[in-house]
């Protein structure tokens, strides 16, 4: 198993061993102590599943009373997924990474609490689950524009199917007040 750092400190891509055979595959899709001197720590206590077509955009999203860190995996078919640093005060305070995940190269993307995230479907329909380090709360949700040109983020799409609420998702400068605290 390989974790591979990315720009954002924390954000690390996860490139599981697949074993492969006539039969299929097997893989090691989590294991706490591996995961643990990557810096990804548990524990988990909600896992979410989603089924989505080509061109829906799912995000930005966080939470600002119960941060999330969240592992996303594409158990089906193929995504662009995004984290975003929304740390105030963070050395990588707005920027955004991205990678391919699918169900052909098995990559995980690992986004800690602190950053928002979201991912646009690249293939026919994809299946993405993702555990989380904390509870959901509608109360706390943040959903930041997908498209806010304060953040840049370039997507596979210009006119993505969108949630109601994501398509009318807040600016970043209505946000920002209420983002966490970077903390070294």
């Keep these: 198993m390989r974790f591979l750092k990315t720009e954002l400190p924390g954000v690390v891509v996860v490139e599981p061993d697949v074993h492969r055979d006539p039969r299929g595959f097997f893989l090691e899709s989590y294991q706490a102590a591996k995961y643990e001197t990557a810096g990804i720590v548990g524990p988990f206590l909600q896992d979410n599943h989603s089924s989505s077509v080509r061109h829906t955009l799912r ?6 009373t119960r941060p999330q860190g969240k592992l996303v995996r594409a158990l089906a078919g193929e995504i662009f997924d995004v984290a975003v640093d929304i740390r105030r005060g963070s050395p990588t305070y707005l920027r955004w990474t991205s990678v391919v995940l699918s169900a052909d190269n098995f990559r995980q993307l690992w986004v800690p609490a602190g950053f928002a995230h979201g991912f646009c479907v690249l293939s026919d329909r994809a299946e993405v689950e993702y555990k989380c380090t904390d509870y959901y709360d509608p109360a706390g949700e943040l959903r ?6 304060a953040i840049g983020i370039v997507w596979p799409t210009t006119e993505p199917l969108l949630s ?5 998702g807040t600016p970043l400068a209505q946000l920002e007040p209420h983002f966490p605290q970077f903390v070294p």
């Design 144 to 149: 930041l524009l997908w498209n806010d040109p």
């Design 59 to 64: 995000g930005l999203h966080a939470q600002l």
């Design 164 to 168: 109601d609420k994501d398509r009318v």
